[in-house]
């Protein structure tokens, strides 16, 4: 019976890896498929091409800077354009000055991403480049809630900052929205790292 019971045993963590190594390379292959999907991505596929016969680590290399470049140049316009959009929006045109910041960063790591299955690199390479980058762009998702829960709370206590010296309501109005606005900081920030770590097999069960 306890030969039975080890040969069981052992025939059940077989397939229980076999599972998982099932499991990650479909995710794998969703994360291929999906990165490749669209324009720049293709645009990526025909500059590869194009330089097939440049050595690998140079290719990548023109693949970043000209990903790194579009990223600069879309940049430009979209704040262009919403720098003329906002202009007549107070509200607006104070969280679009702050996210000039962010913004680059999250359009490089979108064209990035789009370019690295064109990259010459093992699809090993590739997967673990995409959940670097799908970790950072997580951190810039929460950076620009944290910038928008600046706004808003900002735009609150400048209201209410005229009459806090003799409207004691407006005091407590005030210290609410600051504790508010610190709280959805710390909750915001712990939520952006576990989503983050999320991405990395050894560290789910961690976040």
């Known amino acids: 019976m306890s030969r039975n019971g080890d040969a069981y045993a052992y025939a059940v ?3 229980s890896e076999e599972q998982q190594r099932a499991v990650a390379r479909l995710e794998r292959r969703a994360a291929l498929v999906g990165a490749m999907n669209n324009p720049a991505s ?3 596929d025909q500059i590869s091409a194009a330089l097939q016969s440049f050595p690998p680590f140079l290719t990548t290399i023109i693949l970043v800077v000209v990903a790194l470049a579009a990223a600069g140049i879309l940049h430009t316009i979209i704040k262009h354009i919403l720098t003329r959009w906002s202009h007549s929006r107070r509200g ?3 969280f679009f000055s702050r996210a000039e910041r962010f913004l680059f960063f999250a ?3 979108t064209l990035l991403s789009s370019a690295v299955p064109a990259m010459p690199l093992s699809s ?3 997967i673990d480049a995409l959940r670097v980058l799908s970790a950072v ?3 810039v998702v929460g950076w620009a809630a944290l910038v928008a829960i600046d706004v808003v ?3 609150q206590l400048a ?3 005229k009459d806090m010296r003799d409207d004691i309501m407006a005091r407590k109005h005030a210290t609410q929205w600051q504790v508010l606005r610190r709280t959805s900081h710390v909750v915001l920030a712990l939520i952006t790292i576990a989503a983050a770590l999320m991405v990395f097999r050894r560290f789910r069960n961690m976040a």
């Open 124 to 126: 090993d390479q590739r």
């Open 107 to 109: 359009l490089a790591v």
């Open 153 to 155: 709370s900002e735009r």
């Open 137 to 139: 762009f997580i951190g």
């Open 42 to 44: 293709r645009v990526a």
């Open 13 to 15: 963590l077989n397939q």
């Open 92 to 94: 607006h045109m104070v």
């Open 159 to 161: 209201r209410t900052g």
